[in-house]
């Protein structure tokens, strides 16, 4: 795909992938990581087809017909989570929502590599306002920990990542 396609057609994809997702989740993310390894040279072309890609990406994770795929998802998946976390240019509250739900499930050497593919994102902007578009890792700390007290419940060894 060209990033012209890509940005033209982000809704058509969208529509594809709901859809999708309704129907058979797992399927639905091996799709989504399809488009992801097809379109690796993108990655880097812009903030806007970045942005694209992520959000297709997040359309799948995050459809009501895959709230517990998107944990496996991105638990198993190593490229699917090394891309989302550490490459694309992902909204910063989507950042947030599936690295919660990931590190709830405990799991300290991935919650390490999701803090550590975040903190090495390129589009990580460690001067943002968190009022901003852009994120830092300092801001996305934050709303993971603020969380935690509420329902969280992480370990304390992934909170001491955090930190």
Not at 59 to 76: P, T
Not at 134 to 163: P, T
Request: hydrophobic share 40%; proline share 2%; with cysteine.
């Amino acid at each position: 795909m060209t990033p012209e396609f890509l940005l033209e057609n982000e809704k058509q994809l969208g529509l594809e992938i709901d859809a999708l997702t309704a129907e058979n989740p797992t399927a639905a993310v091996e799709f989504v990581v399809n488009i992801l390894k097809e379109n690796e040279e993108l990655f880097s072309h812009s903030r806007a087809v970045s942005a694209c890609l992520a959000r297709l990406v997040s359309r799948c994770l995050m459809h009501r017909k895959n709230k517990d795929g998107m944990i496996k998802a991105l638990s198993e998946n190593e490229y699917l989570r090394s891309v989302y976390f550490g490459k694309l240019n992902t909204y910063k509250y989507s950042l947030i929502f599936t690295a919660k739900r990931v590190m709830r499930k405990g799991d300290v050497e991935i919650s390490r590599e999701i803090i550590d593919l975040i903190k090495n994102n390129p589009y990580r902007d460690d001067t943002a306002e968190d009022y901003s578009e852009r994120f830092s890792w300092k801001f996305i700390a934050k709303k993971i920990l603020d969380s935690q007290e509420e329902y969280l419940k992480l370990s304390d060894e992934i909170i001491e990542l955090l930190k």
